[in-house]
């Protein structure tokens, strides 16, 4: 095993020495390509060209300046080109983005807007209510970006008007070093931060991405993620437009399947959970056609063969009909924002999908390593990008230890943090991820689990959650899981799981099968599969209790499972929980 691992040289790029500058060379080059299509709040889809967005991007610029010398945006609402063109131009003016989770309470969104020192709040129609009354008086300019008439503050459109009238002067240089975006952290575990990156941090992770990754002009993004997430932010938002690749916004979950057919995409960005629930329904689907079972395993037998002999991107022939499906245009698809099961990578590349995990943080831009269509191996977050170093800190049995890294993407710090800041990066830019992982020899990148959630057992071993969480949730009857430890007087930290049904499959068996589903036939189904996995594992590692959970978990806009309020809700102490 490898303590440290490199990514090489991050190449330099004069076409993309900053974002502004970026967009309006391609505009330059592309006038006419469509640069953006997202839904018509009038109905159907809207879109514009590059052109047309340089161009609502700099007079909104203009008008943001007219406002503010120094301005700090926020912006909170559904992906939308509005969404887009504000973000933009907030940088274009030479400000300082705060994109806020557009699912945060109202009472959360005041107190980013408070500490971030937003001057202007750009936000869609459905908070116009509790902003304009909880900031009445307050030196912060607001506007509406989807404005149905309904209220009156100016809109998006009326301030774009504005400024093409208006006379400011844009900034034509630009400084790496001042801040683009403070981007808060999900809270997961914890209290957000407000992550400070540079102009430089984006510029540069854009570079690395763009290193490894071949992007044409002629590829569709579908955009599913929410945009003020750093994934989708840097990689499915700055990443297209500064390269002259399209986005379409999707309108959702529900429509994935559609819109991915209407759009033609070739590159979608998803998290974990998104993927396992397109995954589960696409074999659902297979396995449920008449003779579907016997085609599927013929159809793996033949790309096999045909692998054997040279063949390329048969798996793809062999299975059409799924990517037919789906548009039948995706080049590659990437998962990030959490760890994701080899079995779901696996699933989708044995139909043809160039699948590539990824691996990264808010506090990294995001990206720090990432499979590629040439490296790429199930399991690994893959190499380091270009220009980031990883070293693994500590390390112990197997290699393991904290994920330490370095780069020039690495956040500025924590703002007006400084205590944070310290406790996670050096003076000389290390940055202390929090996770915990190994490098192989080959240097490639694997992640156990994080810090903060490791259980130590009485003999001092460390048991890492993601881990067990990956192994029972292959289970069909599975939703989704998670472990936790709880301290013993007797035990040390005892291991517990907290596991929701999936009520859909053990209906769907009950009825095949002909019985009454009960509360206890579902507790016997989950007592069975963790003796099992009890059975395989070393004592430290058994689970000691289960809890079985009726609803799901809550979750943040981008799909991460909220830790610390599940447990806040199980209260183990009280919870019913079942012996193994």
């Keep these: 095993m490898k303590t440290e691992t490199s990514g090489g040289v991050l190449r330099d790029d004069p ?74 131009a907030a ?11 557009r699912e945060l309470p109202i009472h959360e969104m005041l107190t980013i807007l408070h500490y971030s020192g937003a001057n202007m709040m750009f936000f869609d129609e459905r908070y116009a209510g509790d902003l304009t009354e909880r900031l009445a008086g307050k030196d912060i300019d607001l506007v509406v970006m989807n404005s149905t008439g309904n209220v009156d503050i100016i809109t998006h459109d009326e301030l774009v008007n504005e400024g093409r009238n208006g006379t400011a002067e844009l900034p034509s240089e630009y400084d790496p070093e001042k801040p683009a975006a403070i981007c808060y952290t999900s809270g997961t575990t914890g209290y957000a931060k407000g992550v400070v990156l540079s102009r430089g941090n984006l510029i540069a992770n854009i570079r690395q991405v ?43 979950i529900h429509h994935l399947a559609e819109d991915m057919k209407n759009s033609g995409a ?26 579907g079972t016997f085609k599927y395993r013929l159809g793996l037998a033949i790309s096999r063969l045909a692998e054997v002999f040279g063949g390329d991107g048969v798996r793809r022939k062999v299975f059409s009909g799924v990517h037919d499906r789906l548009g039948g245009a995706i080049r590659f698809c990437i998962s990030g924002g959490a760890g994701i099961a080899p079995e779901i990578v696996d699933g989708f590349m044995k139909l ?4 590539l995990q990824g691996y990264g943080l808010t506090e990294t831009s995001p990206i720090v390593s990432v499979n590629t269509l040439e490296r790429n191996r199930v399991g690994s977050v893959g190499p380091a990008v270009p220009g980031m170093t990883v070293r693994i800190d500590s390390p112990g049995k197997g290699g393991v230890g904290e994920l ?60 890492y959650p ?72 070393p004592t430290y590692k058994r689970i000691a209790r289960f809890i079985v959970r009726e609803q799901e978990f809550p979750k943040t806009t981008t799909r991460k499972v909220k830790r610390r309020e599940v447990l806040k809700e199980a209260g183990l102490e009280t919870e019913v929980s079942h012996e193994v």
């Excluded at 297209?240 to 959702?252: D, K, N, V």
């Excluded at 070739?266 to 056609?289: G, N």
Aim: proline residues 4%; hydrophobic residues 40%.
């Design 15 to 88: 076409g993309l020495k900053n974002i502004s500058t970026a967009l309006e060379s391609v505009a330059c080059r592309l006038p006419d390509k469509v640069a953006m299509s997202g839904p018509d709040p009038e109905g159907g889809y809207r879109s514009v060209t590059y052109r047309e967005l340089s161009e609502m991007v700099n007079d909104l610029a203009g008008a943001i300046l007219e406002r503010r010398s120094e301005p700090v945006v926020g912006i909170t609402g559904d992906n939308s080109i509005r969404w887009a063109v504000t973000y933009l």
């Design 210 to 252: 763009s290193q490894v990754l071949e992007i044409f002009e002629s590829d569709i993004f579908l955009s599913i993620l929410p945009v003020h997430h750093t994934f989708e932010g840097t990689c499915g938002f700055l990443f297209p437009l500064t390269h002259g690749a399209s986005i379409y916004i999707s309108r959702g």
């Design 91 to 101: 940088l274009r003016a030479g400000g300082t983005v705060v994109p806020v989770d």
């Design 404 to 463: 330490v890294v370095r780069g020039p993407n690495v956040m500025k710090g924590y703002y007006m943090n400084p205590d944070a800041t310290a406790r996670v990066l050096s003076p000389d830019g290390w940055f202390r991820t929090g996770d915990f992982g190994y490098i192989d020899d080959d240097g490639f990148i694997f992640i156990t689990g994080r810090r903060k959630n490791v259980i130590v057992s009485k003999n001092g071993k460390n048991v």
């Design 466 to 537: 993601e881990e067990i969480e990956l192994i029972l949730g292959r289970d069909e009857f599975v939703l989704e899981c998670m472990v936790t430890g709880k301290k013993s007087e007797t035990k040390g930290e005892e291991i517990w799981l907290i596991v929701v049904p999936d009520k859909d499959r053990f209906i769907a068996l009950a009825e095949a099968e002909g019985f009454q589903l009960t509360a206890d036939y579902m507790v016997e189904h989950f007592r069975r599969l963790v003796k099992e996995f009890n059975a395989s594992q």
């Design 266 to 291: 070739t590159v979608l960005l998803a998290v974990p959970l998104l993927w396992e629930a397109m995954y589960r329904k696409i074999y659902s689907a297979i396995h449920s056609m008449p003779g």
């Design 352 to 355: 043809g999908f160039v699948f």
